[in-house]
């Protein structure tokens, strides 16, 4: 069983509808990440979690620390948003730093 | 504001050369990193940089070497380019070592026959 777990791997909707992707996970973490790739392969960060939500523009993140449980939603969503949506968690040690990486959602939106 | 550039963005090797994938950026991040994505693999850490004038192996170090140049650039080197490390290869930087967001570079697509 992979640690980062995500769902759904594939998602198709039409535009306007409310998106929501789905990040488990099974280790202990210090933080997670939401990435956003595009076709073209460039790598954008969305969002660092800890704790709580956190909201911008159309994106929301919100982490159950106790469920390891993340979910990103997307409102309004638009065909720009069609994007591979990777979920990472980052454990911190003493003297090391890693980041498990989910094999990422891909999302198409169609006008 | 470029934010991480990444040069060159695609390479053919021939297996054996060497190569060093450049790596700088312009926000004054003391954190940088070295990823490498495979097809089903997810990005894997190869080394990070948590400040100036340290490195560390991340997840498969092996092969690659670093250099942290000074606060903006961080290279990545491969002394003896093998088929296995094909890849398209990511830098990233981030403010403070812990706990902050990174931003990505473009990539880099490297191809050794």
């Known amino acids: 069983k992979n640690e980062v777990e995500q769902s759904p791997q594939n998602l198709t909707a039409q535009e306007g509808e409310f998106i929501t992707i789905n990040c488990s996970y099974s280790v202990g973490i210090s933080a997670l990440h939401w990435l956003q790739q595009h076709p073209g392969g460039g790598i954008v960060s969305l969002f660092m979690l800890s704790s709580g939500k956190k909201k911008h523009g159309r994106l929301i993140a919100t982490i159950n620390i106790q469920e390891k449980h993340s979910s990103l939603h997307i409102t309004a969503s638009h065909p720009r948003d069609s994007a591979v949506y990777i979920c990472a968690v980052a454990q911190f040690g003493a003297s090391n730093y890693q980041l498990i990486w989910g094999a990422g959602t891909k999302l198409i939106i169609k006008p | 504001n470029a934010g991480v550039t990444q040069t060159p963005k695609f390479q053919v090797l021939k297996t054996g050369q060497s190569m060093t994938l450049q790596c700088a950026q312009d926000?004054?991040?003391?954190?940088m990193y070295w990823y490498r994505q495979d097809p089903g693999m997810g990005l894997r850490l190869i080394y990070y940089s948590a400040s100036e004038g340290t490195t560390d192996k991340g997840e498969v170090p092996n092969g690659y070497n670093v250099s942290r140049l000074n606060k903006r650039e961080f290279s990545l080197r491969l002394e003896s380019a093998a088929p296995s490390q094909t890849s398209v290869y990511f830098c990233?930087?981030?403010?403070?070592?812990?706990?902050?967001?990174?931003?990505f570079g473009q990539g880099t697509r490297l191809t050794v026959v």
């Open positions: 990233a930087s981030s403010e403070v070592f812990r706990n902050t967001e990174a931003f």
């Open positions: 926000m004054n991040h003391n954190s």
